[in-house]
């Protein structure tokens, strides 16, 4: 049954066997059933059979159906952003658990361009909520803020999200820019404590207007809890307030703007804000919390009711107007002016600096004991059998002109397809493959791929497989860091698990002239290393060897141009010609030495014939050291043994040359011994 399913349903019923209920969705984001349901029970697999039959978005409910899973979606339109909110994100929930969560969960690109973190929760989430939120674009002409909105949200209880595999059709930029990109799949998302999930949610909140005026989510997740009427009292006792002992009392705050105090009850104080018909405006202090909570949008434009705000933000918003980093470096110059504020450090406030904490965690640098280091076993996995690993760095290197190009072709579709490298070397499944070359122009790359895909017919019983395979002729600039983000955007969109960067030379930018500065290229490729592993990407570099190797001999990593390669490849194709190549037939005759951390080794002997006949063509053969060794002692014996019988041929050509002309001229042994 499973071979008559298309892709929608097969995925749908991935999902649905997972513990998701799942139902289809139309363009822009329309669902085509009457979801609600969904909420209450998962669908039956004939259900989605019959429903996923036509290309439609898969729509995943959230929630207590399908076992409390929960999402939070950043919606950041600009990639730069995008990725800097991200790693802010992972990085502040890793300071505050001691720990990287981040990086466990299931991670989606979507469209947006944006990231959905999916995961699920040991008890049953909440709804959906508004995360990080903002005020919007600033109108130059007005100096207001309009359109606020919300960069970060989550999908709770009742909510959904569109999943990997879903149909173009279903979202305007295009639903099959769903992709994983990280972490396990959704088959496999992990199931997170109560302490976690509400970790992460502060954390999110952190990143938007919520974050302002405060150090870390401590101290906001404490005001917060502060209830805004003096009835009640929070959940738990609110931590003290760090910071304010140098600002000014809450008297000389409030009173210059309106405020009255009215009454002070168990440490609680009650203002009234003139023009106010109600008995209090707001309140200071609630339970020695030191927070400040309006009551009504009569205090201040800015301020909102049911908020805690410190002294340093409640001070900034009625001097200054608004709670904006330079809003926040206006009130800080003020208090200065006035004497206050000797000691604080405002810039906090500013979302980079928010982010980025001083602080130093036990465990930042993941030190385990022998026991624990040993309790995970990893082996390798191998994307190209005896060729290539998952996650070393890769170096294809050779001399100029020796088929390196086309060998990064057809290894990246090999990759691609799930078939053989050079017809020899199986690669298990197909993965996604990114090629960035600025060696050769797109007609050339376009017949190299036909001669590839036709070189795999003879051998396939149906049609070949659809490449997962990206190709631009753009490449990067790996000193720009603009670049480098751009570079792991692009890989998180398409979802690449092979990167092929082709030739080294043409990146370098402004490292061109510092190729034999290890220190400066050894930190080049560090920064390449740190982007691939955080989005579980090989790279394959493709790079020049110098001019001392010698010539029709097998290569070693010492024979790479520049510094650096050599020490930071994890593993290597080494290619160079063992014959020259012949213009005529178009026939190549190699060297290939591969090697890497994970222990595979080889050296091989790789014919390949670019032509048949007029026709362009991609014929290869492969033998090992060994095998080329042989061949080459049975050529030689075999040319041996030639020539001493076309030298034996010869003799007795003579010979009968020489007899025949014995018997007729009568020649004499003198005569006969001349002949020879």
């Not at 799942?22 to 039956?44: C, D």
């Not at 969960?105 to 939120?133: F, N, W």
């Not at 109560?194 to 989510?217: S, V, W």
């Not at 007029?614 to 043994?641: L, N, P």
């Amino acid at each position: 049954m499973s071979d008559c399913l298309n892709s929608y349903q097969t995925e749908a019923l991935n999902l649905r066997r997972a513990g998701y209920s799942v139902f289809p969705v139309g363009a822009n984001k329309i669902p085509k059933v009457s979801w609600k349901e969904r909420i209450q029970a998962l669908p039956s697999e004939d259900q989605i059979i019959a429903e996923f039959r036509e290309p439609a978005g898969i729509g995943r409910v959230n929630g207590a159906v399908s076992g409390n899973a929960y999402t939070i979606d950043f919606d950041i339109r600009d990639p730069v952003d995008l990725a800097e909110f991200d790693q802010c994100f992972q990085h502040n929930v890793t300071v505050d658990l001691g720990y990287d969560l981040v990086s466990s969960l299931t991670k989606i690109s979507t469209p947006g361009p944006g990231i959905q973190y999916a995961y699920r929760v040991e008890s049953p989430v909440g709804p959906s909520q508004k995360l990080a939120r903002n005020k919007g674009v600033l109108n130059p002409k007005s100096g207001k803020f309009e359109d606020p909105g919300c960069h970060i949200e989550s999908r709770g209880e009742g909510g959904y999200c569109l999943s990997p595999g879903s149909a173009a059709i279903c979202h305007p930029r295009g639903g099959d820019n769903y992709r994983h990109i990280a972490g396990p799949s959704l088959a496999e998302t992990p199931v997170l404590t109560i302490e976690e999930h509400d970790t992460l949610i502060a954390n999110a909140k952190f990143l938007g207007i919520d974050g302002n005026g405060f150090r870390d989510t401590r101290e906001m997740l404490a005001s917060q809890e502060q209830p805004a009427q003096p009835q009640g009292s929070p959940s738990y006792s609110c931590p003290e307030t760090r910071g304010d002992d140098d600002l000014p009392s809450w008297e000389e705050i409030l009173l210059p703007h309106g405020f009255t105090k009215t009454e002070t009850i168990d440490g609680t104080t009650y203002w009234k804000r003139s023009g106010s018909k109600n008995k209090h405006s707001a309140s200071t202090n609630y339970q020695g919390s030191g927070l400040f909570y309006a009551w009504s949008p009569n205090c201040s434009s800015v301020l909102e009711t049911g908020r805690g705000y410190s002294k340093r933000a409640v001070f900034t918003a009625l001097n200054c107007g608004d709670l904006s980093t330079e809003a926040f470096k206006a009130a800080a110059r003020i208090l200065h002016d006035q004497g206050f504020g000797r000691k604080q450090d405002l810039s906090h406030v500013d979302i980079s600096e928010a982010l980025r904490t001083g602080e130093r965690v036990r465990g930042f640098f993941g030190f385990e004991s022998f026991e624990e280091f040993m309790s995970k076993r990893e082996d390798p996995e191998y994307l190209c059998e005896d060729i290539l690993s998952r996650g070393g760095g890769c170096i294809l290197g050779g001399p100029q002109k020796s088929l390196k190009t086309g060998l990064s072709i057809d290894l990246g579709y090999s990759l691609a397809t799930g078939t053989a490298f050079l017809g020899k070397f199986t690669c298990p499944k197909p993965v996604q493959v990114g090629i960035m070359t600025g060696e050769s122009e797109r007609a050339k790359l376009q017949r190299l791929l036909i001669t590839r895909r036709e070189a795999d017919l003879e051998f396939l019983d149906g049609p070949p497989r659809k490449p997962l395979l990206f190709i631009t002729n753009n490449l990067p600039d790996l000193s720009s860091d603009e670049h480098l983000v751009y570079l792991e955007l692009e890989i998180q969109f398409h979802g690449l698990e092979v990167c092929v960067v082709d030739p080294m030379y043409l990146c370098a930018g402004s490292y061109a002239d510092k190729t034999s500065n290890v220190a400066t290229m050894g930190n080049m490729l560090r920064r390449i290393d740190e982007i691939m592993q955080r989005n579980n990407c090989t790279p394959i570099l493709l790079h020049h060897t110098n001019r001392k190797s010698e010539p029709y001999q097998p290569l070693s990593l010492r024979d790479l141009s520049g510094a650096g390669f050599a020490e930071w490849a994890r593993q290597w194709l080494l290619v160079t010609p063992r014959t020259d190549f012949d213009p005529e037939t178009y026939q190549h005759r190699l060297w290939m030495v591969v090697g890497g951390s994970a222990g595979h080794a080889g050296q091989y002997a790789v014919d390949i014939r670019e032509k048949d006949g007029d026709d362009w063509a991609w014929i290869v053969d492969v033998r090992t050291e060994g095998e080329e060794k042989r061949d080459y002692r049975e050529q030689k014996a075999q040319a041996k043994e030639d020539t001493e019988r076309a030298k034996a041929q010869e003799f007795s050509q003579h010979l009968r040359e020489a007899l025949t002309g014995v018997a007729e001229t009568g020649a004499t042994l003198r005569e006969l011994k001349s002949i020879f």
